[in-house]
């Protein structure tokens, strides 16, 4: 194939433009989109991130984490401070661990990772968040509170967010360094046009925040009305000797051969649930997987934003790519409706798999992968069903019904037989309408932030 100069992107940069505090002699630090937002930024006041936060990543040390939540903070990786509703079931042992306080988020920090390949996501650390602790993340700790809403309103815009990826060094992996951070120029608005962005900021993440403590409260109420604990008991083993082993009369074996289908703590869980007047899966919802499809992606605002099993359970989904109908024979099975649950059903049993979200209105008419199950409810409302799916009780089930040697995989007509909490249809209602609520929460805080970050963009050109 002959390559020509229209094949190449060409660009001359005078020498007195090269970055010397960081000397970088990369292209990619001054091509177009990187120079066009820096440029913006350079006709505006500005002052440096530096001069109204501080950054750092914690040092290096030996984590030591265990099951048990008297240890210290729950832990969290990197990748889950932007989920809605991060899980841990490790916790950071506070005795054993050296810098232990210096893993802990606080209040008023946002988020953002310090290596990896999606470099740019923050996550603002409220009340939901400060109980974690985490190790390889950046943490930027604005000097006042207005201060932070109002840069981490910057920090969504599409100029913030391409400056950032712009700071990034290395080879196969991209790092991101404090330093680099403080250096960004923040667009130093008039009074007014400051005060109104935090306020509105505060808002949003006030509405996130109010939205997940609903919904694990919530979670207490459903496991506590059932008579269930919030941590499944564990089994009956053989002894400790044999760590997992178990006998099983050959009676009840069934189908299924795998030892994970028929766990003794899997087997307690849907014992107890039934006990207690508990419900089959398949009787409460309806299950459907779709076909594969031919990926056709196409740049926003064109197609759909189409999510992941990774990216259903972050608030602000991360590397959202947009999809053409044209990728399928029938688009409209694929189109999510507010109100319905999702679910991966390709993947680990150890990580994601079946791990729920529930469809805000916010994405409404948007569409999920194949990978992504769908749960429509049946005789009970869409926040309930939402509700006993993310209950650790029924994720055991879920995730011990996995088919699969490489890549576990879920089956409708595996799952249904899961069973699940189902209490008194008035307490069934009100707990319905409290998550529902929850969630229309959730959503209307990430719109207000998403259009706070508009409105921040549309201000930086003049």
Not at 53 to 64: C, I, N, Q, S
Not at 175 to 200: C, F, G, Q, T, Y
Not at 412 to 417: C, G, H, R
Request: charge should be positive; aromatic fraction near 8%.
């Amino acid at each position: 194939m002959n390559v020509t100069s229209r094949d190449i992107e060409f660009q001359s940069v005078s020498v007195l433009s090269i970055e010397r505090k960081t000397f970088r002699l990369d292209a990619s630090f001054y091509r177009g989109a990187f120079a066009d937002a820096s440029r913006r930024i350079e006709l505006m006041r500005t002052r440096a991130v530096a001069e109204i936060a501080d950054a750092f990543v914690p040092g290096r040390t030996k984590l030591v984490t265990t099951r048990s939540s008297k240890a210290g903070a729950p832990y969290l990786r990197a990748h889950d401070a932007f989920d809605i509703r991060p899980r841990s079931g490790r916790f950071v042992s506070k005795a054993r661990t050296k810098h232990y306080d210096e893993l802990l988020l606080k209040e008023g920090m946002i988020l953002t990772p310090s290596s990896g390949r999606n470099l740019g996501p923050v996550a603002y650390v409220n009340r939901y968040l400060a109980r974690f602790a985490m190790t390889d993340i950046m943490r930027i700790v604005p000097k006042s509170a207005d201060v932070g809403y109002y840069l981490l309103a910057y920090l969504l815009t599409d100029t913030a967010q391409t400056l950032i990826k712009r700071g990034r060094s290395g080879t196969t992996v991209d790092h991101l360094s404090p330093n680099e951070v403080l250096a960004l120029k923040l667009p130093w608005l008039d009074e007014d046009h400051r005060r109104s962005i935090a306020s509105e900021m505060k808002q949003a993440e006030k509405m996130i925040d109010n939205g997940r403590v609903g919904l694990d409260e919530a979670a207490e109420a459903l496991h506590g009305e059932a008579g269930l604990s919030m941590l499944p008991p564990s089994g009956t083993y053989l002894s400790k000797e044999c760590g997992d082993a178990f006998s099983l009369s050959s009676s009840k074996i069934g189908s299924r051969l795998d030892a994970a289908s028929h766990d003794p703590t899997v087997r307690k869980c849907a014992d107890l649930i039934s006990r207690g007047g508990g419900a089959q899966l398949g009787d409460v919802a309806d299950l459907k997987t779709l076909d594969r499809y031919i990926r056709y992606y196409v740049e926003p605002p064109n197609g759909r934003p189409v999510l992941s099993g990774r990216q259903m359970l972050q608030a602000r989904p991360v590397n959202l790519k947009h999809i053409s109908d044209r990728s399928f024979k029938d688009p409209d099975k694929f189109v999510l409706k507010a109100g319905s649950t999702i679910f991966t059903c390709d993947g680990r049993s150890e990580e994601a798999l079946g791990e729920p979200a529930y469809v805000m209105p916010i994405w409404d008419g948007w569409m999920a992968s194949e990978h992504v199950m769908r749960a429509f409810p049946k005789s009970i409302g869409p926040g309930y069903l939402y509700l006993c799916l993310s209950s650790p009780w029924v994720q055991l089930q879920l995730k011990a019904r996995a088919t699969g040697s490489v890549i576990d995989a879920l089956e409708p007509d595996e799952i249904e037989q899961v069973v699940v909490p189902m209490l008194p249809e008035k307490k069934r209602a009100a707990l319905d309408r409290e998550v529902v609520r929850c969630w229309n929460a959730i959503s209307e805080g990430v719109s207000r932030s998403k259009e706070t970050a508009n409105r921040f963009e549309r201000l930086l050109h003049p």
